[in-house]
C-alpha cells in the first residue's frame, strides 16, 4: 500500500536532517537579515514620505517608522545597498530552494498542532515558504524588468516583505535555539537511525561518530530523518557543495552590474547583461529609451523645448541654449537602479538645482523640495519629488551633457536630472517642467 505524505517514511532522502536544515537556516537567518535591512534602505532611498508621486505603498502607516531623509553622501550609497541586496537575494535562492526541500516532511505531519506552541511554528513556517517564494519570485521578474504581476511592484514587495519578515522572526525565536543545538552535535557521539547504523555494518542503535557525513541522530520529534531512507547518493558535505556551487554560479551571473570592468560582461542574468552599449561618451547603461517612452526628436528640438521652472509664484521659461547660458558646473556620479544594475562614475555637466531654485527666488541656504516632471507620458515615475537636502547639495545637476558630450536622447536629451546617491528612477530624464516648494 502507497504510504501518504503524512508519514514520515513517504520521505526517503538519507540527506534530510537537522544538521542540513539547520545549517541552511543559519545562512538564511544572516543572508535575509542583510536583505530585509537593505529593502529597507532602498524604501527610504525613494522618499516616499514626501510626496504621494513617490509613494507607491499607500496607508503604510506604522510600517514607516524608520523612514528618514536620505542622505547625497556618499555617492555611492544606493550603489552599494541596492547592489547588496539583489545580488545577495539571487544568491541565496539554491539555499532556499534547499532549505524549503529539507523540510517539506514538516509540511505533511499529522497531526496539524500537537500544542499551541507547535500550531504557531505550523503557522509561521506556513507564512514563511508561501512569504518567500513569493518575494523572491517578485524580486527576480522585477530585476528581469517582466512586471507580469498584478499591481504596483513596489506595494507587493513592501507588504509581502513585512509578512515574511513577521513569519520569519517567529520562526526564527522558536527554532534558532534548535538549529544552535543540532549544530554542536557535530563530532558528538550519539545514535544514528536503525538503517543508517546497519548500512555501515553496525547494529541497531549502536553509538557512532555524529558527524555530518554519518547517520544522523535519531530525533523522531525533529519530523526530519527518514525511519527508511534510501541509500547515500551524495554525503551532506557534498549536497552543500552542491548548493554552494550553485550560489557561486548565480554571483558570477549577477554581481557583474554592480562593478565596474571585465565583471560586467559576466552579468548576464541582470538586466541588459552583457556588453555595454556601444562606446563613447554615453556607452553605459540605458534602461528607460526614448522611443520606448514616446519621446519625439520634434518635442525635444531646440525650437521647441522649454524648461518650465516655477515656485514662489513665479514662473520662468528657459531654452536649452539659455540654460548653456547659466554657471554650470560638473559632478562625477554614478547611476544606480532598484533592479540592482549600476554604472561607474560618470561626468556630469550642467546646472546645479539650488541655482534653478535661486531663478525663482530662493537662496540656496533655503532652496526647497522640488517637483520634476518628464515628457514621457507614461511609465513609472514620470513625476518624481526631490528632498531638500538633495536640491541643496552642489552636485546635484539639471545635466546638459556627459563626459564631455551633449546628452542623447537615450540619455535624457535635452535635460535630466542627476543627483548623489539616489535611485535611478529619480534621476528624471527628458525633463520638461521644475516646480519648487510646492509638492
Known amino acids: 500500500m502507497p504510504r501518504p505524505p503524512s508519514s514520515p517514511a513517504f520521505w526517503r532522502s538519507p540527506l534530510r536532517g537537522p544538521w542540513f536544515t539547520s545549517v541552511l537556516g543559519v545562512v538564511l537567518l544572516v543572508g535575509i537579515t542583510v536583505l530585509f535591512v537593505t529593502g529597507l534602505l532602498s524604501y527610504?532611498?525613494?522618499?516616499?514620505?514626501?510626496?504621494?508621486?513617490?509613494?507607491?505603498?499607500?496607508?503604510?502607516?506604522?510600517?514607516?517608522?524608520?523612514?528618514?531623509?536620505?542622505?547625497?553622501?556618499?555617492?555611492?550609497?544606493?550603489?552599494?545597498?541596492?547592489?547588496?541586496?539583489?545580488?545577495?537575494?539571487?544568491?541565496?535562492?539554491?539555499?532556499?530552494?534547499?532549505?524549503?526541500?529539507?523540510?517539506?516532511?514538516?509540511?505533511?505531519?499529522?497531526?496539524?498542532?500537537?500544542?499551541?506552541?507547535?500550531?504557531?511554528?505550523?503557522?509561521?513556517l506556513l507564512l514563511l515558504v508561501g512569504g518567500a517564494l513569493f518575494e523572491f519570485t517578485t524580486g527576480v521578474l522585477n530585476i528581469q524588468l517582466d512586471y507580469v504581476f498584478p499591481g504596483s511592484f513596489y506595494t507587493l514587495h513592501f507588504y509581502g516583505a513585512w509578512v515574511f519578515i513577521a513569519?520569519?522572526?517567529?520562526?526564527?525565536?522558536?527554532?534558532?535555539?534548535t538549529a544552535l543545538r543540532n549544530l554542536s552535535l557535530i563530532g558528538r557521539p550519539g545514535p544514528r537511525t536503525d538503517r543508517a547504523s546497519a548500512s555501515q555494518g553496525a547494529s541497531p542503535g549502536a553509538s557512532s561518530d555524529a558527524s555530518p557525513d554519518a547517520g544522523e541522530p535519531a530525533r523522531p520529534e525533529d519530523g526530519?530523518?527518514?525511519?527508511?531512507?534510501?541509500?547515500p547518493t551524495v554525503s551532506r558535505r557534498g549536497a552543500l557543495g552542491f548548493v554552494g556551487g550553485g550560489s557561486v554560479l548565480l554571483a558570477a551571473?549577477?554581481?557583474?552590474?554592480?562593478?565596474?570592468?571585465?565583471?560586467?560582461?559576466?552579468?548576464?542574468?541582470?538586466?541588459?547583461?552583457?556588453?555595454e552599449p556601444g562606446s563613447g561618451p554615453g556607452g553605459f547603461q540605458i534602461n528607460k529609451t526614448a522611443a520606448a517612452r514616446g519621446i519625439s526628436a520634434t518635442e525635444t528640438s531646440e525650437e521647441a523645448w522649454r524648461l518650465v521652472v516655477s515656485g514662489k509664484g513665479r514662473t520662468v521659461r528657459l531654452s536649452r541654449a539659455e540654460l548653456s547660458e547659466l554657471p554650470l558646473h560638473s559632478s562625477a556620479l554614478p547611476i544606480a537602479c532598484v533592479?540592482?544594475?549600476?554604472?561607474?562614475?560618470?561626468?556630469?555637466?550642467?546646472?546645479?538645482?539650488?541655482?534653478?531654485?535661486?531663478?525663482?527666488?530662493?537662496?540656496?541656504?533655503?532652496?526647497?523640495?522640488?517637483?520634476?516632471?518628464?515628457?514621457?507620458?507614461?511609465?513609472?515615475?514620470?513625476?518624481?519629488?526631490?528632498?531638500?537636502?538633495?536640491?541643496?547639495?552642489?552636485?546635484?545637476?539639471?545635466?546638459?551633457?556627459?563626459?564631455?558630450?551633449?546628452?542623447?536622447?537615450?540619455?535624457?536629451?535635452?535635460?535630466?536630472?542627476?543627483?548623489?546617491?539616489?535611485?535611478?528612477?529619480?534621476?528624471?530624464?527628458?525633463?520638461?517642467?521644475?516646480?519648487?516648494?510646492?509638492?
Open 44 to 124: 527610504a532611498a525613494y522618499n516616499p514620505d514626501l510626496s504621494a508621486v513617490n509613494d507607491k505603498t499607500p496607508d503604510k502607516g506604522i510600517l514607516g517608522f524608520y523612514l528618514f531623509p536620505w542622505p547625497t553622501r556618499p555617492v555611492w550609497l544606493y550603489r552599494l545597498t541596492q547592489g547588496v541586496h539583489v545580488t545577495l537575494g539571487i544568491v541565496l535562492i539554491p539555499v532556499l530552494l534547499a532549505k524549503l526541500w529539507s523540510v517539506v516532511p514538516k509540511l505533511f505531519a499529522l497531526p496539524p498542532a500537537r500544542s499551541l506552541a507547535h500550531a504557531l511554528e505550523r503557522l509561521s
Open 167 to 177: 513569519a520569519f522572526v517567529t520562526h526564527a525565536v522558536l527554532r534558532v535555539p
Open 224 to 231: 526530519l530523518v527518514s525511519p527508511d531512507p534510501l541509500p
Open 253 to 275: 551571473t549577477t554581481a557583474g552590474r554592480s562593478f565596474d570592468g571585465p565583471l560586467r560582461e559576466t552579468a548576464l542574468l541582470t538586466p541588459h547583461g552583457g556588453a
Open 339 to 439: 533592479e540592482g544594475w549600476s554604472t561607474s562614475d560618470q561626468w556630469w555637466r550642467g546646472v546645479r538645482l539650488r541655482d534653478l531654485a535661486g531663478l525663482v527666488g530662493y537662496e540656496v541656504e533655503a532652496a526647497p523640495a522640488v517637483l520634476v516632471e518628464s515628457l514621457q507620458r507614461h511609465g513609472a515615475f514620470r513625476v518624481a519629488a526631490l528632498r531638500d537636502n538633495q536640491v541643496r547639495d552642489p552636485r546635484s545637476l539639471l545635466a546638459l551633457s556627459v563626459n564631455g558630450a551633449e546628452l542623447s536622447p537615450d540619455h535624457g536629451y535635452p535635460a535630466r536630472i542627476i543627483v548623489p546617491a539616489a535611485p535611478g528612477v529619480l534621476n528624471t530624464k527628458w525633463v520638461a517642467r521644475m516646480t519648487f516648494g510646492e509638492l
